[in-house]
């Protein structure tokens, strides 16, 4: 079997499985900003809706999924274009670099979302 | 007359591939484009170099992408791939070129023989066949046509970068004929053999594989049967 330590579930059933239960979480969230968003909206609305619980572990399931999501999406970017057959030698150490980046960048959003939402 | 580009190569006497131009005399026929191949190589230049046997679309052997889109050459019609008065004549995407329109076929070979393309049963053989019913054999229908001409895989931008690990839909077409097969009992070995992050998932369902197939097959559509039975195995 192909392996691949980077990938988000290491298994190719698990990730196509996560890429899409993500993206309902993803479209049900949005769809629900979309709709308050063309409704009369002000600061009061708007922080009355985040003052929430619901809304509150809504957003966070959201930044979780687009977490996932993003780096499933990034790994099958990096693995498919960033590699040796495609860059020479330098190829798995490029792949790397934008993994950390990606990674850490993706990290970071998750935890600035929390801070937003939850303090 | 027809405008043909070819695309020559000699590795032994050139340093990097080109381009050359043909005008040939068609007499207005409506010819096959490996009738124009074979043309080129009788009347303009000898050292014309591509593969080809059957010349009905049985063997496989002459996948070629012409005017931009995979196809055999042999029952490829020239009102059919003809764009502007002009036809280009390309080897096969994505795998090394041999000479001229010959390429290597090793990777898509070695992609074939690791799905373990033959029926595996363990049990002793009956005195004549293992019977199917016509339910059980229709379920391989679709599948078991395929002639391994490499239109589909060669065509597929996932086996362009990752040929050397995402199957492909040849190998996947080929993988879900013995996994569909009532008669095969190495269902949970092959699915096990198929449930990494590229032999399987790395198809992203864009279907130039269906686009192209000379047979009419849809390699997509098993690889979405192979996805049901590796989820149906998990959970």
Redesign the interface.
Known sequence: ????VT?FS????S???IQRVTSIILLAYFILIAYQLLGSVDYTSWESLFEQTWMKVFTLLAALSLAAHSWIGL??VF???L?E??LGPKGNVIRLTCQLWASTALVAYVIWAVVIVWS | MLNVSLYRYNPETDNAPYMQDFTVDTGDRDLMVLDVLELIKAEYDGSVTYRRSCREGVCGSDGLNMNGKNGLACITPLSESVKGGKLVIRPLPGLPVIRDLVVDMSLFYAQYEKVQPYLQNPTPAPAIERLQSPEERAQLDGLYECILCACCSTSCPSFWWNPDRFVGPAGLLQAYRFLADSRDTATEERLAKLDDPFSVFRCHGIQNCVNVCPKGLNPTKAIGHIRGMLLNRAT
């Open positions: 079997m192909v392996t691949s990938s290491r298994t190719g059933l990730d196509w499985l790994w099958s693995t498919d274009y590699t057959r495609m």
